[in-house]
C-alpha cells in the first residue's frame, strides 16, 4: 500500500456505484477516509478496503449544513459523488445536484480543504432541455463559487459490474423479444469505466495543475446507441430484434415507466437521450490525467456473461 502521508479525504456518495471504487483506490493510496452518508451503514463493506480505522463512515445528510460541516471537519480534502437519475419524494434534481453541491462546496472551504473533486457529467448545461443537466450545470456553477480551485469530472455513461446501463438492457434481453432503439438509436455515447473515473478522481487529488480544472472522461470510443445495444446482445449470447422507437413513443413509453418505483426510463431521461454524451472538442480528458482509458470490450464479458442462456455457466448459444 502506498502512503501520502495520511491524509484525510471526505467522500459524499462514497456508498454509491463509483463511490465504492473510488474509496477502495483512495485507501490503497493511504489516505484516510470519511464516508459521509445518510446511511453509514451501507459503508461497513468498504472498512475492509483499507486498515483498521483507515475508513470511517459517518452520517450526513447533503441537506443539512450541521451534518454536513461535521463530516469535512478536519479534511484536507472533499470529494462530492452524490447524484440521482430520477426523482422521488425530496429526492429533487436542483436539491441534489444543485444546491447540495454548493453546501458541501462551502463547508469545506469553510474546513480548510484544499482539494475538491466534484463529479458532474458530460452533457451538464445551463440551456440543457433535461432538468438533469440543467442541475447538474448549476451544482458545477455553485461549487465553482465556493471553492475556486474544485477540480469538476464529467463522465459519460459509466460501465462496470454494478453499472445501470449495460445491466439494464441485458436484463431486458434475457426477458424480452426486442430491444428498443430510442430515437432510431443514432444517440452517440462514449462509455468510460469506473476504475478509470476512481483514477480520475485520485490524480486531481494528488496531482499538480489539476486543481480549478474541469475534466471530460470518456472511454477509448464512441458508440451509437444501436451498437452498444448489438455490443450488448453479442456479450450476453442472445439474439434479438432491435426496434426503432420514434421520440413521440419513447416519451410515452417513458410516463408510463415512471410511475414505477425504480423507473427504466423517464421523460427526463428521453431529453437526455436526444444529445450525443461524448466527450467535447478541446476538453480535457483521462489522457492528460495520464490515464489510458480502457476499452469497454475488456471489461464487459467479466459481468455480462451471467445473463446468457443458462448463466455465467452455460453454453455459448446464441438465444
Known sequence: ?????????????????????????????????????????????????????????????????????????????????????????????????????????????????????????????????SAYARTKAAGEAAVRSAFQAATILRPS????????????????????????LYGGGTTRFQPVYVQDVADAVVACLEGEGTAGQTYELGGPRV????????????????????????WGVASLQAKLFSLLPKPLLTPDQVLQLKTDNVVAPGAKTLADLGIAPTPAELILPSYLDRYRPGGRFGNRRVA
Open 157 to 180: 455513461v459509466i460501465f462496470g459490474p454494478e453499472d445501470g446501463f449495460f445491466n439494464l438492457f441485458a436484463g431486458l434481453a434475457r426477458m424480452a423479444p426486442v430491444l428498443p
Open 1 to 129: 500500500m502506498d502512503t501520502i502521508g495520511q491524509k484525510t479525504v471526505t467522500l459524499f456518495g462514497g456508498t454509491g456505484f463509483v463511490g465504492r471504487y473510488v474509496a477502495q483506490r483512495l485507501a490503497h493510496r493511504g489516505w484516510r477516509i470519511i464516508v459521509a452518508s445518510r446511511h453509514p451503514d451501507r459503508a461497513l463493506p468498504l472498512k475492509t478496503a483499507g486498515a483498521v480505522g483507515q475508513v470511517v463512515p459517518v452520517f450526513a445528510d447533503v441537506r443539512d449544513d450541521g451534518s454536513v460541516a461535521a463530516a469535512v471537519a478536519g479534511a484536507d480534502a472533499v470529494v462530492n459523488l452524490v447524484g440521482i437519475l430520477f426523482e422521488r419524494g425530496r429526492q429533487r434534481f436542483d436539491a441534489v445536484h444543485g444546491e447540495a453541491a454548493g453546501r458541501v462546496a462551502r463547508a469545506a472551504a469553510a474546513a480548510g480543504a484544499t482539494r475538491f473533486v466534484q463529479i458532474s457529467a458530460i452533457g451538464a448545461s445551463a440551456d440543457s432541455p
Open 223 to 246: 458508440y451509437s446507441f444501436r451498437e452498444l445495444m448489438a455490443l450488448t446482445l453479442k456479450q450476453t449470447g442472445r439474439r434479438k430484434r432491435l426496434v426503432s422507437l420514434s
